[in-house]
C-alpha cells in the first residue's frame, strides 16, 4: 500500500477518483462480455458526453469560488439557436458562427455575473432565473422550432481527424497525437523531478516514476489503439479534442495563474482571500462570465452532434455538470476541486450510463443507481467535514495508509475558542 | 447582614471549586463563587480570565458532568442537563451577543420558545397583554408589535431583560451588558438593574467598564488565569477601580521577552483625525477622532479592552476593510496617501494580519507554500503565470528563517499549530515586504514558547526598520514588547504612554474610562 502512495505521490485526491473509474471499466468489461471497451462504444462514450464535460469544467471553477450555476443548459440551448439562426437567416460561415456563439455566451456571463458578484445575490437565485430567462428566449427566437444547421458546423459535435498520410491501418493523426501525449508526460514529469531535484525536495524513488510513466503511457497507448482502430471514416472525434484541449488549459488555469489561485482563495475562506488583497468581486465575476462561455460551446457541439436546434437542447444538463463535479471531489463549500478530477467525476457517471445501457438495464433502474452513486458521494463528503474537513477523495485514501490527512489541530481550536468567550 | 429577606440562608448560589478543562487547558481551576439573595455581584477579570465559562458552567451550557464541582443553588445540590433546566430554576443569562431575531415583533421575542397557549393555539391577545405589563416593567415605552430590527440596541437590551422576567427569573446574568450602549442608555439599564434588585432580583454582572461595577455592585469577584483570586465587598472594603485593576492584573511578570534595543527612526506614518462608522448602525461611530503615529524601527501597542474599537481602527486603516469610512487623513513619509482597497494598502507598503486567524487570516484549505505567496503573488509569478519552483524556494526560506515546524512546505496549514499557523501568517505578510505591520492579537492561542520566538520576530522587523503596531488584550505583551504604547476606550484615543511611564494599572485606568490622560 506504501508503494501505491508512492506511485501517486501527492496526488492522491485524483487517484482515488481514477481508482473508482478504472475498477468501473473492469466491471463492466468483464460483465459486457468485452463490448465496453471496443472502439465504437469508447467513440461513442465520448461524443455524447464530451458537452457535459465541457460544463464540468466550468462548473468546477464556479464551485471551487463557492457558487453554483443552474442555468448551463439553458445558456446552452439559447447559445446553440441564436448560432443556427444565424447560419440559417445571416448566412455566416462556421468559423464566424462559433465567434459569434462564444460572444453571446460571453454576454449572457456578464450579465449573471454582474448580479453574483457585484449585486450579491446568491449565484443560486441569479442562474435559476437565467435558467427560466434563457430556455424562454431559446423558445421564443426559435419560435419552439427545430433549426437546422449544415454539414461544415456540424463537424464540430460530430467530426473525427481525418485521413491523411500512408495506410498503415491505424488513423495517423490520432497514432500521431497519442505519441505526443504520451512524449509530453514522459518529458513533463522528468522535467518536474528535476527541477524538485534541484530545489532540495524530496522526490520518490526512481523506480516510483518509472512503473507510474508506464502505467500513465499505457493507458494513453490503448486508448489511442481504441481510437485509431475504429470503423472507417471514425477515429479521435473532435468534440474529444476539443475537450482535450480545455482540460489542458484550465488545468493550468486553476493550477498555475494568479487567477486560479484567486479563485481558490475566494472559495476557500473569502474574508481572508479579501484582507490579502484577492478582489473577490472581480474573481466572482469572471468565474461566473467563464461559466457561461463555455456552456454556449457545449450547447454548439450538441447542435453540430444533433445536426439541429430545438427548443428542448440542454434540459437538465446542469445536473449532470453538477453531479460530475461533486463526485470529482468538490467541496459543497467551495475551495476544493480540481479540474481533472470533475471530468473524472463526468467520467464515472458516462460510464455508468454507458455499461448499464450495455447491460439492457432500464432507464428507471440507470437513473436510480446514478441518483445513489451522487448521494454516497457527498454524503461522504459532508461526512468527512464534519470529521475536519476532508474530501471523498480523501476518505477514499484512507485505505492507503493516510489517514492523518489534514486533521484539525485540536489544542490550538479550542484555546482559541476559550480565549474568544472569556 | 442588613437586610436578610427571609429567615433562610441568604446564599441564593455557591459554586463551589469548578473546574473546567478543555483538551489541553484548564480553562477553570478550583473557581468559588458566593452570591448572597438580592445582590449585584460583579465577576471581573482580563479578557481570557475564565469569566465567561464559568458562566457557561452555572447557566448548563457546559452540562453537569462536564466540569468538576458543585453548583449549590437555593440550597440545592444542582445538575443542570442544559439551558433549559437552568431556566426553569430561574437562572437566566443574556449574553453579550443579543439573541433576539430581528424580524419578529417585540412580543414574539418575548415569548419565543415560551408562548402561551390556549387549546394547542397560541394566545397572542395574551401574550401582548402580558408584553405590554412587561415593557411597563423595564421602563421601555415601545409598540410590542414593533419588530426587533427597527429599535435600537439599547431598547433590545431591555428586551432580553423582559423577556428574563417573564421566565420569572431569580438570578439574572448579565455578559457585558453595555459592551454596546451610549452613555444615556448604559445608565438607564444600570439604572434598571438596581430596580430589579429592590424586587428582589439577584443579578450577577460580567463587565469590562470599572466605573460601573464601582457605581451598582455589591460585591466583586475576581477572577485571572481561571482562578478566583478574591470577593471585594465594595462599601465595607472601600472598593475603587484601582483596587479592582490591582486584582485583575496582579500576577508576577517573567521573563518572556527577548533583549531587545530599539533603534528608532523618524516618524513616517500619520493617521490624523480619523472617523469612521460603524458597517450596519447608522449613528455609531467605532473611530471618534483617532489620531497616531508610527516611527521607523518602533514598535508601537494599541491596548484596550474586547469591543472598544482597536481592530476597527487597524482595519478600517487597511485599505478601509472595515465599517463606512467617514474622514481622516493618512500620510506616509509626510505625503497624504489614500488606501480605498486592501489592494492599494498592500501596495502602499501595509500589512496586517488578523486578530481571528481561522476565520479572517487563514485559507484553512490551503497548503503552507500556497498561503505564504497567497498576499504577494505578483512577485512570484511571470505575466498571469505563477512560478511554482520560486513560491517552494520562497516558502522553503521562510520555513527556515522563522523555524516553521512541519515536515514540508506542501504540508496543510490546517495541521500545524497555532503557533506555527502564526508563523505562516507572519511570513505571508513579511513577503509582501511592508513598512508598517499591523499585528492585532498575534499571540492568541499559542503556547508561551512560540510566543517568544513571535516577539522575536516582531523585533526583527523593527530592527530592519519597519513600523509596527502590536494589538493585544494582553497588557503584559504589550508592556514588554513595546516602544509606546496607545491606550482606547470606546472608539477614542484615550492616552499614550512611553515604555516607561506606562504599568498595567496606568494602562487599565486610561482603557476602562473616558478621561484623557495628562
Redesign the interface.
Given at each position: 500500500m506504501n508503494a501505491l502512495k508512492k506511485l501517486f505521490g501527492?496526488n492522491t485526491r485524483q487517484f482515488g477518483m481514477i481508482f473508482a473509474l478504472v475498477a468501473l471499466v473492469i466491471f463492466f468489461q468483464i460483465f459486457t462480455s468485452g463490448r465496453t471497451l471496443t472502439p465504437g462504444n469508447v467513440i461513442n462514450l465520448f461524443n455524447g458526453n464530451s458537452y457535459i464535460l465541457i460544463l464540468a469544467i466550468g462548473m468546477v471553477l464556479v464551485i471551487i469560488a463557492g457558487h453554483i450555476d443552474l442555468s448551463v443548459g439553458s445558456v446552452a440551448a439559447f447559445v446553440g439557436i441564436s448560432v443556427a439562426l444565424a447560419i440559417r437567416d445571416w448566412h455566416l460561415p462556421w468559423y464566424a458562427a462559433v465567434l459569434f456563439g462564444l460572444l453571446l455566451g460571453a454576454l449572457i456571463g456578464a450579465w449573471q455575473g454582474f448580479w453574483t458578484a457585484y449585486v450579491g445575490i446568491p449565484a443560486f437565485i441569479v442562474t435559476l432565473a437565467g435558467m427560466l430567462l434563457f430556455r424562454g428566449f431559446n423558445q421564443f427566437v426559435g419560435k419552439s422550432n427545430t433549426v437546422p444547421v449544415p454539414e461544415d458546423f456540424q463537424f464540430l459535435g460530430s467530426g473525427y481527424l481525418p485521413e491523411v498520410g500512408p495506410k498503415t491501418g491505424f488513423n495517423n493523426l490520432t497514432v500521431l497525437l497519442g505519441l505526443i501525449a504520451v512524449a509530453f508526460v514522459i518529458i513533463s514529469e522528468i522535467r518536474a523531478r528535476r527541477?524538485a531535484q534541484a530545489?532540495?525536495?524530496?522526490v520518490p524513488e526512481t523506480w516510483v516514476m518509472i512503473t507510474k510513466l508506464v502505467l500513465i503511457n499505457a493507458a494513453i497507448l490503448y486508448a489511442t489503439y481504441l481510437f485509431a482502430t475504429g470503423r472507417t471514416g471514425t477515429s479521435f472525434p473532435i468534440p474529444g479534442l476539443i475537450l482535450a484541449v480545455l482540460v489542458l488549459i484550465y488545468g493550468f488555469i486553476s493550477a498555475?495563474?494568479?487567477?486560479?489561485?484567486h479563485i481558490?482563495?475566494v472559495g476557500?475562506?473569502r474574508?481572508?482571500?479579501?484582507?490579502?488583497?484577492v478582489?473577490s468581486k472581480k474573481v466572482n465575476f469572471m468565474v461566473m462570465m467563464n461559466m457561461s462561455i463555455l456552456a454556449g460551446l457545449a450547447g454548439m457541439i450538441f447542435v453540430g452532434r444533433s445536426t439541429a436546434s430545438g427548443p428542448f437542447d440542454g434540459v437538465g444538463w446542469e445536473l449532470d455538470a453538477i453531479a460530475a463535479v461533486f463526485i470529482g471531489g468538490a467541496a459543497v463549500t467551495g475551495?476544493?476541486g480540481t479540474v481533472i478530477g470533475s471530468i473524472v467525476g463526468g467520467l464515472v457517471m458516462a460510464v455508468l450510463n454507458n455499461g448499464l445501457q450495455l447491460l439492457g438495464v432500464g432507464a428507471d433502474l440507470t437513473q436510480i443507481i446514478k441518483g445513489l452513486v451522487l448521494l454516497a458521494a457527498v454524503a461522504f463528503d459532508v461526512y468527512n467535514k464534519t470529521q475536519?474537513?476532508k474530501s471523498i477523495i480523501g476518505m477514499m485514501m484512507k485505505n492507503f495508509g493516510r489517514s492523518s490527512?489534514?486533521?484539525?489541530?485540536?489544542?490550538?481550536?479550542?484555546?482559541?475558542?476559550?480565549?474568544k468567550?472569556? | 447582614m442588613s437586610t436578610p429577606i427571609t429567615h433562610q440562608d441568604p446564599i441564593l448560589l455557591e459554586m463551589r471549586s469548578i473546574t473546567k478543562e478543555?483538551?489541553?487547558?484548564k480553562?477553570l481551576s478550583d473557581v468559588s463563587l458566593r452570591v448572597k439573595v438580592g445582590e449585584i455581584h460583579a465577576i471581573c477579570?482580563e479578557?481570557?480570565?475564565?469569566?465567561?465559562?464559568l458562566m457557561?458552567v452555572l447557566s448548563g451550557v457546559y452540562p453537569y458532568g462536564s466540569y468538576d464541582g458543585d453548583i449549590v443553588y437555593q440550597a440545592e445540590v444542582q445538575q443542570f442537563r442544559d439551558i433549559r433546566a437552568s431556566e426553569q430554576a430561574g437562572i437566566v443569562i443574556i449574553h453579550q451577543e443579543l439573541a433576539l431575531i430581528p424580524e419578529l415583533s417585540i412580543t414574539e421575542n418575548i415569548f419565543l420558545g415560551n408562548e402561551p397557549v390556549r387549546r394547542g393555539i397560541i394566545d397572542w391577545a395574551e401574550a401582548r397583554k402580558r408584553s405590554i405589563e412587561l415593557l411597563a416593567r423595564v421602563g421601555l415605552r415601545e409598540n410590542p408589535d414593533t419588530p426587533i430590527k427597527e429599535i435600537g440596541v439599547g431598547k433590545q437590551q431591555l428586551v432580553e431583560i423582559a423577556k428574563a422576567l417573564n421566565k420569572s427569573v431569580k438570578l439574572l446574568i448579565l455578559d457585558e451588558p453595555t459592551a454596546a450602549l451610549n452613555e444615556s442608555d448604559s445608565q438607564h439599564l444600570l439604572d434598571l438593574i438596581l430596580g430589579l434588585k429592590g424586587r428582589g432580583i439577584t443579578s450577577i454582572m460580567i463587565s469590562h467598564k470599572l466605573n460601573e461595577i464601582e457605581q451598582i455592585a455589591d460585591e466583586i469577584t475576581i477572577i485571572r488565569d481561571g482562578k478566583s483570586i478574591e470577593t471585594l465587598n465594595v462599601k465595607e472594603d472601600g472598593v475603587d477601580e484601582d483596587r479592582i485593576i490591582k486584582g485583575m492584573v496582579g500576577r508576577t511578570l517573567e521573563s518572556r521577552f527577548p533583549d531587545h534595543t530599539p533603534t528608532i527612526g523618524e516618524v513616517f506614518f500619520e493617521v490624523k483625525d480619523w472617523n469612521v462608522g460603524h458597517p450596519q448602525i447608522q449613528d455609531r461611530l467605532v473611530c471618534k477622532n483617532s489620531n497616531f503615529h508610527v516611527r521607523r524601527g518602533e514598535i508601537v501597542g494599541f491596548a484596550g479592552l474586547m469591543g472598544a474599537g482597536r481592530t476597527e481602527l487597524a482595519r478600517s486603516v487597511?485599505?478601509h476593510?472595515y465599517g463606512r469610512f467617514i474622514s481622516g487623513q493618512v500620510y506616509k513619509d509626510g505625503k497624504p496617501i489614500t488606501m480605498r482597497?486592501?489592494?492599494q494598502?498592500?501596495d502602499a507598503g501595509l500589512g496586517?494580519v488578523?486578530e481571528d486567524?481561522?476565520?479572517?487570516?487563514?485559507?484553512?484549505?490551503?497548503d503552507i507554500k500556497?498561503t505564504t505567496v497567497?498576499?504577494n503573488?505578483?512577485k512570484i509569478?511571470r505575466g498571469?503565470?505563477?512560478d511554482?519552483?520560486k513560491e517552494?524556494?520562497v516558502a522553503?526560506q521562510y520555513r527556515k528563517s522563522l523555524r516553521t515546524k512541519t515536515p514540508?512546505v506542501?504540508e496543510?496549514v490546517?495541521?500545524?499549530?497555532?503557533g506555527n499557523?502564526q508563523k505562516v501568517v507572519l511570513a505571508?505578510w513579511m513577503f509582501t515586504d511592508p513598512d508598517l505591520l499591523i499585528l492585532d492579537e498575534p499571540t492568541?492561542?499559542i503556547d508561551v514558547g512560540a510566543k517568544y520566538e513571535i516577539y522575536g520576530i516582531i523585533q526583527d522587523l523593527a530592527n530592519q526598520g519597519k513600523g509596527v503596531i502590536v494589538i493585544s488584550s494582553e497588557l503584559p505583551e504589550l508592556l514588554g514588547l513595546s516602544d509606546r504604547i496607545y491606550t482606547i476606550f470606546e472608539g477614542s484615543i484615550t492616552g499614550v504612554l512611553n515604555k516607561d511611564e506606562a504599568s498595567q494599572e496606568s494602562l487599565m485606568k486610561l482603557m476602562t474610562s473616558s478621561r484623557k490622560a495628562a
Amino acid at each position: 500500500m506504501n508503494a501505491l502512495k508512492k506511485l501517486f505521490g501527492g496526488n492522491t485526491r485524483q487517484f482515488g477518483m481514477i481508482f473508482a473509474l478504472v475498477a468501473l471499466v473492469i466491471f463492466f468489461q468483464i460483465f459486457t462480455s468485452g463490448r465496453t471497451l471496443t472502439p465504437g462504444n469508447v467513440i461513442n462514450l465520448f461524443n455524447g458526453n464530451s458537452y457535459i464535460l465541457i460544463l464540468a469544467i466550468g462548473m468546477v471553477l464556479v464551485i471551487i469560488a463557492g457558487h453554483i450555476d443552474l442555468s448551463v443548459g439553458s445558456v446552452a440551448a439559447f447559445v446553440g439557436i441564436s448560432v443556427a439562426l444565424a447560419i440559417r437567416d445571416w448566412h455566416l460561415p462556421w468559423y464566424a458562427a462559433v465567434l459569434f456563439g462564444l460572444l453571446l455566451g460571453a454576454l449572457i456571463g456578464a450579465w449573471q455575473g454582474f448580479w453574483t458578484a457585484y449585486v450579491g445575490i446568491p449565484a443560486f437565485i441569479v442562474t435559476l432565473a437565467g435558467m427560466l430567462l434563457f430556455r424562454g428566449f431559446n423558445q421564443f427566437v426559435g419560435k419552439s422550432n427545430t433549426v437546422p444547421v449544415p454539414e461544415d458546423f456540424q463537424f464540430l459535435g460530430s467530426g473525427y481527424l481525418p485521413e491523411v498520410g500512408p495506410k498503415t491501418g491505424f488513423n495517423n493523426l490520432t497514432v500521431l497525437l497519442g505519441l505526443i501525449a504520451v512524449a509530453f508526460v514522459i518529458i513533463s514529469e522528468i522535467r518536474a523531478r528535476r527541477t524538485a531535484q534541484a530545489l532540495g525536495a524530496e522526490v520518490p524513488e526512481t523506480w516510483v516514476m518509472i512503473t507510474k510513466l508506464v502505467l500513465i503511457n499505457a493507458a494513453i497507448l490503448y486508448a489511442t489503439y481504441l481510437f485509431a482502430t475504429g470503423r472507417t471514416g471514425t477515429s479521435f472525434p473532435i468534440p474529444g479534442l476539443i475537450l482535450a484541449v480545455l482540460v489542458l488549459i484550465y488545468g493550468f488555469i486553476s493550477a498555475k495563474t494568479v487567477i486560479g489561485r484567486h479563485i481558490y482563495a475566494v472559495g476557500g475562506n473569502r474574508h481572508a482571500a479579501e484582507l490579502s488583497g484577492v478582489q473577490s468581486k472581480k474573481v466572482n465575476f469572471m468565474v461566473m462570465m467563464n461559466m457561461s462561455i463555455l456552456a454556449g460551446l457545449a450547447g454548439m457541439i450538441f447542435v453540430g452532434r444533433s445536426t439541429a436546434s430545438g427548443p428542448f437542447d440542454g434540459v437538465g444538463w446542469e445536473l449532470d455538470a453538477i453531479a460530475a463535479v461533486f463526485i470529482g471531489g468538490a467541496a459543497v463549500t467551495g475551495g476544493v476541486g480540481t479540474v481533472i478530477g470533475s471530468i473524472v467525476g463526468g467520467l464515472v457517471m458516462a460510464v455508468l450510463n454507458n455499461g448499464l445501457q450495455l447491460l439492457g438495464v432500464g432507464a428507471d433502474l440507470t437513473q436510480i443507481i446514478k441518483g445513489l452513486v451522487l448521494l454516497a458521494a457527498v454524503a461522504f463528503d459532508v461526512y468527512n467535514k464534519t470529521q475536519g474537513k476532508k474530501s471523498i477523495i480523501g476518505m477514499m485514501m484512507k485505505n492507503f495508509g493516510r489517514s492523518s490527512e489534514n486533521a484539525p489541530d485540536e489544542t490550538t481550536s479550542t484555546k482559541e475558542v476559550i480565549s474568544k468567550e472569556a | 447582614m442588613s437586610t436578610p429577606i427571609t429567615h433562610q440562608d441568604p446564599i441564593l448560589l455557591e459554586m463551589r471549586s469548578i473546574t473546567k478543562e478543555f483538551p489541553g487547558v484548564k480553562a477553570l481551576s478550583d473557581v468559588s463563587l458566593r452570591v448572597k439573595v438580592g445582590e449585584i455581584h460583579a465577576i471581573c477579570g482580563e479578557n481570557g480570565a475564565g469569566k465567561s465559562t464559568l458562566m457557561k458552567v452555572l447557566s448548563g451550557v457546559y452540562p453537569y458532568g462536564s466540569y468538576d464541582g458543585d453548583i449549590v443553588y437555593q440550597a440545592e445540590v444542582q445538575q443542570f442537563r442544559d439551558i433549559r433546566a437552568s431556566e426553569q430554576a430561574g437562572i437566566v443569562i443574556i449574553h453579550q451577543e443579543l439573541a433576539l431575531i430581528p424580524e419578529l415583533s417585540i412580543t414574539e421575542n418575548i415569548f419565543l420558545g415560551n408562548e402561551p397557549v390556549r387549546r394547542g393555539i397560541i394566545d397572542w391577545a395574551e401574550a401582548r397583554k402580558r408584553s405590554i405589563e412587561l415593557l411597563a416593567r423595564v421602563g421601555l415605552r415601545e409598540n410590542p408589535d414593533t419588530p426587533i430590527k427597527e429599535i435600537g440596541v439599547g431598547k433590545q437590551q431591555l428586551v432580553e431583560i423582559a423577556k428574563a422576567l417573564n421566565k420569572s427569573v431569580k438570578l439574572l446574568i448579565l455578559d457585558e451588558p453595555t459592551a454596546a450602549l451610549n452613555e444615556s442608555d448604559s445608565q438607564h439599564l444600570l439604572d434598571l438593574i438596581l430596580g430589579l434588585k429592590g424586587r428582589g432580583i439577584t443579578s450577577i454582572m460580567i463587565s469590562h467598564k470599572l466605573n460601573e461595577i464601582e457605581q451598582i455592585a455589591d460585591e466583586i469577584t475576581i477572577i485571572r488565569d481561571g482562578k478566583s483570586i478574591e470577593t471585594l465587598n465594595v462599601k465595607e472594603d472601600g472598593v475603587d477601580e484601582d483596587r479592582i485593576i490591582k486584582g485583575m492584573v496582579g500576577r508576577t511578570l517573567e521573563s518572556r521577552f527577548p533583549d531587545h534595543t530599539p533603534t528608532i527612526g523618524e516618524v513616517f506614518f500619520e493617521v490624523k483625525d480619523w472617523n469612521v462608522g460603524h458597517p450596519q448602525i447608522q449613528d455609531r461611530l467605532v473611530c471618534k477622532n483617532s489620531n497616531f503615529h508610527v516611527r521607523r524601527g518602533e514598535i508601537v501597542g494599541f491596548a484596550g479592552l474586547m469591543g472598544a474599537g482597536r481592530t476597527e481602527l487597524a482595519r478600517s486603516v487597511f485599505g478601509h476593510s472595515y465599517g463606512r469610512f467617514i474622514s481622516g487623513q493618512v500620510y506616509k513619509d509626510g505625503k497624504p496617501i489614500t488606501m480605498r482597497s486592501v489592494r492599494q494598502a498592500i501596495d502602499a507598503g501595509l500589512g496586517y494580519v488578523t486578530e481571528d486567524r481561522k476565520s479572517l487570516g487563514l485559507n484553512l484549505l490551503d497548503d503552507i507554500k500556497t498561503t505564504t505567496v497567497s498576499a504577494n503573488l505578483k512577485k512570484i509569478s511571470r505575466g498571469m503565470v505563477v512560478d511554482t519552483n520560486k513560491e517552494f524556494m520562497v516558502a522553503e526560506q521562510y520555513r527556515k528563517s522563522l523555524r516553521t515546524k512541519t515536515p514540508s512546505v506542501e504540508e496543510g496549514v490546517s495541521k500545524l499549530s497555532g503557533g506555527n499557523q502564526q508563523k505562516v501568517v507572519l511570513a505571508k505578510w513579511m513577503f509582501t515586504d511592508p513598512d508598517l505591520l499591523i499585528l492585532d492579537e498575534p499571540t492568541r492561542g499559542i503556547d508561551v514558547g512560540a510566543k517568544y520566538e513571535i516577539y522575536g520576530i516582531i523585533q526583527d522587523l523593527a530592527n530592519q526598520g519597519k513600523g509596527v503596531i502590536v494589538i493585544s488584550s494582553e497588557l503584559p505583551e504589550l508592556l514588554g514588547l513595546s516602544d509606546r504604547i496607545y491606550t482606547i476606550f470606546e472608539g477614542s484615543i484615550t492616552g499614550v504612554l512611553n515604555k516607561d511611564e506606562a504599568s498595567q494599572e496606568s494602562l487599565m485606568k486610561l482603557m476602562t474610562s473616558s478621561r484623557k490622560a495628562a
